[in-house]
Every structure is written in structure tokens, then in C-alpha cells.
């Protein structure tokens, strides 16, 4: 039990660490954090004997209607969302990088990390999906996490609460399917759209 919760606290701040680590022993590498993160979590994720990484998804016919309705929901929402990435390196690490990374360490390993210690109780549903305590807390991580990317601001808590209701959304897909896969599809539309948003505002205020 206190395996797996050490575990999920150093997956939820794997990425503080590796640029901690850079900072003090490889500097110069700075702006190649996330890509020193990525290799990471890649190289270590096989060790997980419990994972949706993996894994293809199941429950097809419940789960392509849900999906299909996350979508629409996931572009409205990215036109709100306040994420303005810069730069070709940036843009691409924010829609690709991120979301397969993040998907891997809290949907494909972190939540069923947290199945061994917390009970699969169903607390509500969403979207015909159950809503489960290991989901709940692993979209809790996943919000905090983002405060490894930005400072603590109105925005930054902005981002940690879309984070906790898409992570809710994203885990309990993941619950359903059994992988990773219709999470990772969702999380790169929304931070696609987000950037698609972002840019055409800009145009519109610099016209």
C-alpha cells in the first residue's frame, strides 16, 4: 500500500524532478526537459506489471458514442481554456509530447497503481461511465501536477481545475476501455484545439 502511494507521488512529480536534476547536473540542457521526461517515463514504463499502456481498448460500442460526445465537449471547451503555448518546440511538446506522457503516467500507470490501494467504489457517473475513487484521485494528481509547469497565479489554478474535471473524464474512459488509447485521442484534441484557439485570437486582436 505505501509502495503504491510513494509510487503515485513520484509519477505526479516526475517531471519537478527531472528538471530539478537538470538544473543541478546537466545545465544547458534546460530547454530539452520534457524530452528528458519523455525518455524516462518510456524506458521505465515496461517495469509496471499493471497498466493500461499497453493494453487495447474494450467495450467498443459504449465506449465510441462517449467518445464522440467528450470530443465536442473537449473543442467548446479548449476555446476557454487560456493555454497559449510559444514557439514550434513549445507547440508541438504542449498537443503531442504532453498528452502521451501524461496519459501514460496517470491513466496507463497511475491508476491502476491506485486500484491496489483505494476501493473501485462508483461515486457518481458521468457521461454513463463510472466514476470511481481511483479515478477521482488520479485526476486530483494529475491537476496538481500542473503546478510543476506554471507558477502559482489565476491562471495556473484555472488550469489545475480543468485538469481535474478532464482528468475525471479521461480516467473514467480509461476505466471503461481498459486503455489508454481513446484518453490519449481526447487530451490531443483538447490541446490542439486549445492552440488552434489561442492563434486565431491573436490574429483577431492584432487585426
Same mark, same amino acid.
Given at each position: 500500500?505505501? %509502495?503504491?502511494?510513494? =509510487? +503515485?507521488?513520484?509519477?505526479?512529480?516526475?517531471?519537478?524532478?527531472?528538471?530539478?536534476?537538470? &538544473?543541478?547536473?546537466?545545465? !544547458?540542457?534546460?530547454?530539452?526537459?520534457?524530452?528528458?521526461?519523455?525518455?524516462?517515463?518510456?524506458?521505465?514504463?515496461?517495469?509496471?506489471?499493471? !497498466?493500461?499502456?499497453?493494453?487495447?481498448?474494450?467495450?467498443?460500442? &459504449? *465506449?465510441?458514442?462517449?467518445? $464522440?460526445?467528450? *470530443?465536442?465537449?473537449?473543442?467548446?471547451?479548449?476555446?476557454?481554456?487560456?493555454?497559449?503555448?510559444?514557439?514550434?518546440?513549445?507547440?508541438?511538446?504542449?498537443?503531442?509530447?504532453?498528452?502521451?506522457?501524461?496519459?501514460? =503516467?496517470?491513466?496507463?500507470? %497511475?491508476?491502476?497503481?491506485?486500484?491496489?490501494?483505494?476501493? +473501485?467504489?462508483?461515486? =457518481?457517473?458521468?457521461?454513463?461511465?463510472?466514476?470511481?475513487?481511483?479515478?477521482? /484521485?488520479?485526476?486530483?494528481?494529475?491537476?496538481?501536477?500542473?503546478?510543476?509547469?506554471?507558477?502559482?497565479?489565476?491562471?495556473?489554478?484555472?488550469?489545475?481545475?480543468? *485538469?481535474?474535471?478532464?482528468?475525471?473524464? %479521461? $480516467?473514467?474512459?480509461?476505466?471503461?476501455?481498459?486503455?489508454?488509447?481513446?484518453?490519449?485521442?481526447?487530451? =490531443? /484534441?483538447?490541446? $490542439?484545439?486549445?492552440?488552434?484557439?489561442?492563434?486565431?485570437?491573436?490574429?483577431?486582436?492584432?487585426?
Amino acid at each position: 500500500m505505501y %509502495l503504491a502511494l510513494c =509510487i +503515485s507521488v513520484l509519477l505526479t512529480f516526475s517531471y519537478k524532478l527531472v528538471d530539478v536534476l537538470i &538544473k543541478k547536473r546537466l545545465k !544547458g540542457m534546460e530547454k530539452h526537459t520534457v524530452l528528458v521526461w519523455a525518455v524516462l517515463i518510456i524506458v521505465v514504463t515496461p517495469f509496471f506489471k499493471a !497498466g493500461y499502456v499497453f493494453e487495447m481498448p474494450t467495450s467498443y460500442e &459504449k *465506449a465510441i458514442p462517449i467518445f $464522440g460526445a467528450v *470530443a465536442l465537449v473537449n473543442i467548446a471547451a479548449a476555446r476557454f481554456s487560456g493555454y497559449n503555448p510559444k514557439g514550434k518546440y513549445n507547440i508541438t511538446n504542449f498537443i503531442v509530447t504532453y498528452p502521451i506522457i501524461e496519459e501514460i =503516467i496517470f491513466r496507463g500507470l %497511475l491508476l491502476p497503481n491506485l486500484k491496489l490501494v483505494f476501493t +473501485s467504489v462508483e461515486v =457518481i457517473q458521468l457521461f454513463y461511465m463510472p466514476v470511481t475513487v481511483p479515478v477521482i /484521485i488520479s485526476a486530483l494528481l494529475f491537476a496538481i501536477c500542473h503546478l510543476q509547469y506554471y507558477k502559482l497565479s489565476a491562471q495556473c489554478i484555472r488550469f489545475i481545475v480543468i *485538469a481535474f474535471f478532464g482528468g475525471i473524464i %479521461l $480516467g473514467a474512459i480509461t476505466e471503461l476501455t481498459q486503455s489508454i488509447l481513446f484518453a490519449l485521442v481526447l487530451h =490531443i /484534441i483538447f490541446n $490542439g484545439f486549445s492552440v488552434i484557439f489561442a492563434t486565431r485570437y491573436k490574429k483577431i486582436k492584432q487585426e
